[in-house]
């Protein structure tokens, strides 16, 4: 079956920066369209970034475009988003996921259980 992991989360101060990793089983990679997507207990999920099956086409939301960068590794099976000038606002449970169409407009077809990302000083 398919399954997503996700790993990398932590405890970090304001500034700092953090890798998450996705590391995915069960499915064709790279004809997957991926994104990175966060949740606050008691809001809904909101889209981070995507990132087209052959790494070409990234999308970000506006409040994460210039700090975060996410990445593939399509021979590992890998999904990466390297988060830089952390804030307490981008303190979230962060999942990844496998789906079509990129952006806000992104389609899930699988999803992982997440990972937490604190900020704080």
């Known amino acids: 079956q398919v399954q997503l992991v996700e790993s990398g989360g932590g405890l970090v101060q304001p500034g700092d920066s953090l890798t998450l ?3 995915a089983s069960g499915l064709t990679f790279s004809t997957y369209t991926m994104g990175w997507f966060r949740q606050v207990p008691g ?3 909101e889209f981070v970034a995507t990132i087209g099956g052959s790494g070409d086409t ?3 939301a506006d409040s994460v475009k210039g700090r975060f960068t996410i990445s593939r590794a399509n021979t590992k099976n890998a999904l990466y988003l390297s988060m830089n000038s952390l804030k307490p606002e981008d303190t979230a449970v962060y999942s990844c996921a496998a789906g079509l169409h990129g952006g806000s ?3 899930a077809y699988y999803r992982g259980q997440g990972t ?3 900020v704080s000083s």
Do not use: L
Request: with cysteine; proline share 0%.
């Open 43 to 45: 809001k809904e999920r």
């Open 105 to 107: 407009s992104f389609r």
């Open 116 to 118: 937490q990302v604190t």
């Open 58 to 60: 990234i999308r970000y």
């Open 21 to 23: 990793s996705c590391a």
